[in-house]
């Protein structure tokens, strides 16, 4: 097994320029969202910064923050 990779810091000396950190992903009520595998929805409620309640029709999930599969149509 391996070890997942911890993120590489930037020292303040590199010649190179610092990584870009993204903000992250904001959702609000009535937002129009898809998923890579629930499809098209609609966001129902939002924690912040936690977890995005949605519905898609049939089933209504509750999407974790990073949000990796989901975007903001």
Do not use: C, N
Request: glycine share 8%.
């Amino acid at each position: 097994m391996t070890k997942p990779h911890a993120p590489k810091r930037h020292l303040p000396t590199s010649p190179f320029k610092p990584p870009v950190t993204l903000p992250p992903k904001q959702f609000a009520i009535g937002d129009q969202v898809t998923h890579d595998v629930h499809g098209l929805g609609r966001v129902i409620g939002v924690e912040d910064g936690i977890a995005a309640v949605v519905d898609f029709g049939s089933t209504q999930e509750r999407i974790v923050s990073p949000y990796a599969r989901m975007s903001k149509l």
